[in-house]
């Protein structure tokens, strides 16, 4: 019953309280609980809720990804050969050349776990960058709405970003020696058509879609399980958009 009234006396003193005291009013409650159920929440708490989720999803997914066999030991995300490099990787394991293939890949996967460390903080300073505007509608819309919003919005930047730090990784771990080794060996062969992939570039693209898959698994988790939500705002702003639904 005092639940109830409380509303009604907050309704009561806006309308009695002129136009520009009811905004005051309004911009000092930032949003009005009616009851438990009937939260709603600012266009400031909408943002601020879906920032705060992404970043979550955000460090929990690169930290991950940056461990060691964060990207090799993880089928998911592992870093195999380019699809137009897969005849390579057949004929070289038919020719008893298979220790060289394995080293090639996990090579590529170092490089990834390396960027994926160095990038964590990029692809945080994209999210806060984010304006609000969008955030209602993010919030409100599919289960990977955010994770969709954020690689729309942030993927050329981040791609441009992501292509040094992937080729100086490469040859931090010999990447780009082991590549070379396999496909110079390869392209000896005869009868072959020759091959050379731009080995910086498939990486760098593996590692973000990568990054992303694990950022939507993480936003994921944020919305369908109610533990996962790890803070005061991000229970009571998802809570609200569980209830639209």
Do not use: H
């Not at 609980?33 to 690169?62: C, F, M, R």
């Not at 392209?187 to 992939?197: A, D, E, G, R």
């Not at 988790?221 to 569980?242: C, H, M, P, W």
């Amino acid at each position: 019953m005092f639940k109830k009234i409380i509303p009604l006396l907050l309704v009561f003193a806006i309308l009695n309280s002129g136009c520009e005291a009811a905004k005051n009013i309004l911009q000092q409650t930032g949003s009005v609980l009616v009851g438990d159920d009937s939260y709603v929440p600012t266009s400031g708490e909408a943002g601020n809720g879906l920032k705060q989720a992404l970043e979550i999803g955000i460090a929990a997914g690169s930290n991950r990804l940056a461990e060691r066999d964060g990207y090799f030991g993880n089928t998911l995300v592992k870093v195999l050969f380019p699809p137009e490099a897969q005849k390579v990787e057949e004929t070289m394991r038919k020719l008893g050349l298979g220790s060289m293939v394995d080293k090639a890949i996990e090579s590529f996967n170092r490089g990834a776990e390396k960027a994926a460390k160095e990038a964590a903080p990029i692809f945080v300073t994209a999210i806060k960058s984010m304006t609000i505007s969008d955030a209602m509608g993010v919030l409100l819309g599919d289960q990977d709405a955010a994770t969709s919003y954020l690689k729309s919005s942030t993927l050329q930047q981040l791609n441009t970003r992501f292509t040094p730090i992937i080729d100086r990784s490469l040859n931090e771990v010999n990447a780009t020696k082991y590549w070379e080794d396999v496909i110079v060996r390869y392209n000896k062969i005869p009868l072959v058509k020759k091959v050379n992939p731009d080995l910086t570039a498939y990486v760098t693209e593996k590692a973000l879609d990568g990054l992303f898959l694990m950022v939507a698994k993480e936003e994921l988790k944020i919305r369908g399980n109610v533990s996962s939500r790890s803070t005061e705002l991000l229970q009571k702003v998802f809570a609200y958009a569980d209830a639209q639904k």
